[in-house]
């Protein structure tokens, strides 16, 4: 089991960029795949991004590739979210997630362990 923990959110401008973190608990971090969700208000989950176990592997929503970034430092249990010319539709909840197959990696449902969610709002 692993339990995830997400900061880094905020108030930004549009343009500005926000590093989200996500520190995980346990010894086997980097046996999960990790996925960045998004909800806003009235609107179902997201996928954002994910990445692999090792880190060689990672996908992006098309409608934050070139400008989000995916990372992971598996000697720290924990996975990043560089987010970068910020808009004003990016504002959300951000959910860090962990998946133990990672078979289909923007489904929601593959991922057994959230995060409380940081809220990210960009003004314009």
């Known amino acids: 089991q692993v339990q995830l923990v997400e900061s880094g959110g905020g108030l930004v401008q549009a343009g500005g960029s926000l590093r989200l973190s996500c520190a995980a608990s346990?010894?086997?971090?980097?046996?999960?795949?990790m996925g960045w969700f998004r909800q806003a208000p009235g609107k179902e989950r997201e996928f954002v991004a994910a990445?692999?176990?090792?880190?060689?592997?990672?996908n992006y929503a098309d409608s934050v590739k070139l400008r989000f970034t995916i990372s992971r430092d598996n000697a720290k249990n924990t996975v990043y979210l560089q987010m970068n010319s910020l808009k004003p539709e990016d504002t959300a909840i951000y959910f860090c997630a962990a998946a133990v197959r990672g078979n289909s990696v923007g489904n929601p449902d593959e991922y057994a362990y959230w995060g409380q969610g940081t809220q990210v709002t960009v003004s314009s």
């Open positions: 346990g010894r086997t971090f980097n046996s999960y795949v």
């Open positions: 990445i692999s176990r090792s880190g060689g592997i990672r």
